[in-house]
């Protein structure tokens, strides 16, 4: 099995940056992707960003795109998620899920395993 634990979470003002980091463990080598899901009180789970463990290949929610840019570093067995251009709307609890088989990115039933998250708010 494979162990996500997030770190990074914060306050930062409207336009500002953060980078949250992902740190995983256990057999790694069965991870397909790696992939950031938020969350808050009124809105489900939703698809931020998502990368191949090999290869490194991206999917990025359209409402992120050109802000946000989603790295590993396969030798320290980390995922970081760049956030920049922070807005309000990006506040939200923020969970790093992996996928043990080849499946659509952006839906959360496809992930197996999951961390406990870590809280992202943006001041306006």
């Known amino acids: 099995q494979v162990q996500l634990v997030e770190s990074g979470g914060g306050l930062v003002q409207a336009g500002g940056s953060l980078r949250l980091s992902c740190a995983a463990s256990?057999?790694?080598?069965?991870?397909?992707?790696v992939g950031w899901f938020r969350q808050t009180p009124v809105k489900e789970r939703e698809f931020v960003a998502a990368?191949?463990?090999?290869?490194?290949?991206?999917n990025y929610a359209d409402s992120v795109k050109g802000r946000f840019t989603i790295s590993r570093d396969n030798a320290k067995n980390m995922v970081y998620l760049q956030m920049n251009s922070l807005k309000p709307e990006d506040t939200a609890v923020y969970y790093c899920?992996?996928?043990?088989?080849?499946?659509?990115?952006?839906?959360?039933?496809?992930?197996?395993?999951w961390g406990q998250g870590t809280q992202v708010t943006v001041s306006s």
């Open positions: 899920a992996a996928q043990r088989f080849a499946a659509p990115a952006i839906n959360l039933h496809e992930y197996n395993y």
């Open positions: 990368i191949r463990w090999s290869g490194g290949s991206t």
């Open positions: 256990g057999r790694t080598e069965s991870t397909y992707r």
